[in-house]
């Protein structure tokens, strides 16, 4: 297969397509009930740890080999591991993150259906003057209907898959240029909105001072992963953006900028929700049901209360699109490369992955008590496995693949750093992200 030629037209636009494939579900669903279920703020310590070891130096390498490789990720591989003669099996590594990409769009998306749900239900005021019971009863008998959740489940599949399909410059790049400020407008507004409720003080306080007796294995495994999760990165999802990232753009710098964003839209999130949360009096380890249940209560009495929540599922849908429109998209290239039409390949993909979200929507009803893996059902197995296990896997053989396969030349010209500064980034990854991720995987599955 040969060179894409397709390029982001701009640097603006490569950062704003990876905050976008990064800030999404990871940074406004996930941290906070993560942070709640795993003692507050011990938990947001370790991830910015992790983040600053392991996610940065690692979106740096798999950037770089998308970059260097300039072809779908599966195909990438194929072609370095062929010019810098070593086995060709790393093409595999492809794959394996098109299969972990593969399941993470498929609950993706039905968590994202629910913010279409809530986000329609605020605008038609259906939470106001109801109390906290009824709200939340009202969130069961949601997840207790698997045709409304098919319904939203399957309209965000097709707004994803429609911008998939209409290619980089007239989809991704379009669609991310105009949900990231919006975005950030949204945050910022709800954010200060925060600062002005009762709970404001004790959300800062559940989240900035860290109880580190409250760490053990499982609080730094689920830290790591959702570092991983966050930024994007492990799944070749990012390499496949890299591949269209302009010649003369500086990688770490842009990556420093996602990774920074990152963490502040978390941080803004976490501190809106958990203001919330406790001027409410209510229960911050709620898990994947927190949002959707303590938004609608706090915000169902308040004068104007319905635009604040209308606005803070707007945020989480926008969030969501852009990050999908990535976990999509290597697996359509590689197809793409392989001679297929871009709209015939999205429409593929789609309809697989829509078909297995239906095992998640079913999670909740008929196949809540299958357990598919050590007392998991479906929905627990896909938000669990392949964040906190396939991309800390796939993310050490990127790593691996980037500073002991390729070869330096190549590297240092696609990072676009000096060599000196290269030999700095390499060596982090060599002895302490790749150690770091292969300890904490290997103590967990002990
Ligand atoms: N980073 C996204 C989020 O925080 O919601 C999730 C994600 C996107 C994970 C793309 C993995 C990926 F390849």
């Known amino acids: 297969m040969n060179e894409t030629l397709e390029r982001w037209q701009s640097r603006r636009a490569f950062i704003l397509a990876v905050?976008?494939?990064?800030?999404?579900?990871?940074?406004?669903?996930?941290?906070?009930?993560?942070?709640?279920?795993?003692?507050?703020?011990?938990?947001?310590?370790?991830?910015?740890?992790?983040?600053?070891?392991?996610?940065?130096?690692?979106?740096?390498?798999?950037?770089?080999?998308?970059?260097?490789?300039?072809?779908?990720?599966?195909?990438?591989?194929a072609f370095l591991a062929d010019e810098a003669g070593v086995s060709p099996l790393w093409r595999w590594l492809g794959l394996f993150g098109a299969m972990t990409t593969f399941f993470i769009l498929s609950?993706?998306?039905?968590?994202?259906?629910?913010?279409?749900?809530?986000?329609?239900?605020?605008?038609?005021?259906?939470?106001?003057?109801?109390?906290?019971?009824q709200i939340g009863s009202g969130f069961e008998a949601f997840l207790l209907d698997p045709l409304r959740m098919t319904f939203n489940h399957t309209l965000f599949m097709l707004l994803t898959m429609s911008v998939v399909?209409?290619?980089?410059?007239?989809?991704l790049e379009k669609l991310n240029n105009v949900m990231m400020p919006l975005l950030y407008l949204i945050l910022l507004v709800l954010g200060g909105y925060a600062v002005t409720t009762a709970g404001f003080g004790e959300a800062?306080?559940?989240?900035?001072?860290?109880?580190?007796?409250?760490?053990?294995?499982?609080?730094?495994?689920?830290?790591?992963?959702?570092?991983?999760?966050?930024?994007a990165v492990g799944a070749c999802a990012l390499m496949a953006y890299g591949a269209y990232m302009p010649d003369d753009q500086s990688l770490p710098r842009a990556v420093f900028a996602v990774a920074l964003l990152d963490i502040a839209v978390a941080l803004l999130s976490g501190i809106a929700i958990f203001s919330v949360v406790f001027s409410h009096g209510l229960d911050p380890t709620e898990g994947p049901g927190l949002m959707f249940v303590t938004l609608p209560?706090?915000?169902?009495?308040?004068?104007?209360?319905?635009?604040?929540?209308?606005?803070?599922?707007?945020?989480?849908?926008?969030?969501t699109w852009t990050s999908s429109i990535n976990l999509a998209e290597p697996m359509v290239a590689m197809l793409v490369g392989r001679g297929w039409r871009r709209g015939r390949a999205a429409t593929l993909i789609g309809a697989l992955v829509w078909l297995v979200g239906l095992l998640s929507v079913l999670s909740f009803s008929s196949l809540k008590d299958v357990h598919w893996f050590v007392g998991m059902n479906f929905f627990a197995l896909v938000t669990?496995?392949?964040?906190?296990?396939?991309?800390?896997?796939?993310?050490?053989?990127?790593?691996?693949?980037?500073?002991w396969r390729m070869?330096?030349?190549?590297?240092?010209?696609?990072?676009?750093?000096?060599?000196?500064?290269?030999?700095?980034?390499?060596?982090?990854?060599?002895?302490?992200?790749?150690?770091?991720?292969?300890?904490?995987?290997?103590?967990?599955?002990?």
């Open 407 to 446: 070869p330096k030349e190549a590297a240092i010209s696609a990072l676009g750093v000096s060599p000196g500064r290269f030999v700095i980034w390499r060596t982090l990854v060599r002895y302490v992200s790749i150690p770091l991720t292969a300890i904490v995987l290997l103590s967990s599955l002990i």
């Open 19 to 77: 905050t976008g494939a990064a800030v999404g579900l990871g940074n406004i669903w996930r941290f906070p009930y993560m942070t709640g279920e795993n003692g507050g703020a011990a938990f947001l310590l370790l991830y910015v740890v992790f983040v600053a070891l392991l996610g940065l130096p690692m979106m740096m390498a798999e950037i770089m080999i998308g970059r260097a490789g300039r072809r779908s990720p599966m195909q990438a591989l």
């Open 204 to 231: 800062m306080h559940w989240l900035f001072t860290p109880d580190l007796a409250a760490i053990d294995l499982t609080v730094v495994l689920n830290a790591m992963g959702h570092a991983f999760f966050t930024l």
């Open 107 to 133: 609950f993706y998306s039905v968590v994202s259906g629910w913010s279409i749900e809530y986000l329609v239900g605020a605008v038609n005021g259906d939470f106001v003057g109801r109390s906290a019971p």
């Open 165 to 171: 399909a209409a290619g980089i410059n007239s989809g």
């Open 297 to 319: 209560v706090a915000f169902s009495g308040l004068p104007g209360g319905q635009l604040w929540l209308g606005a803070f599922f707007l945020l989480l849908l926008v969030a």
């Open 384 to 403: 669990t496995v392949p964040p906190d296990i396939f991309l800390p896997i796939g993310g050490l053989l990127i790593a691996i693949f980037a500073v």
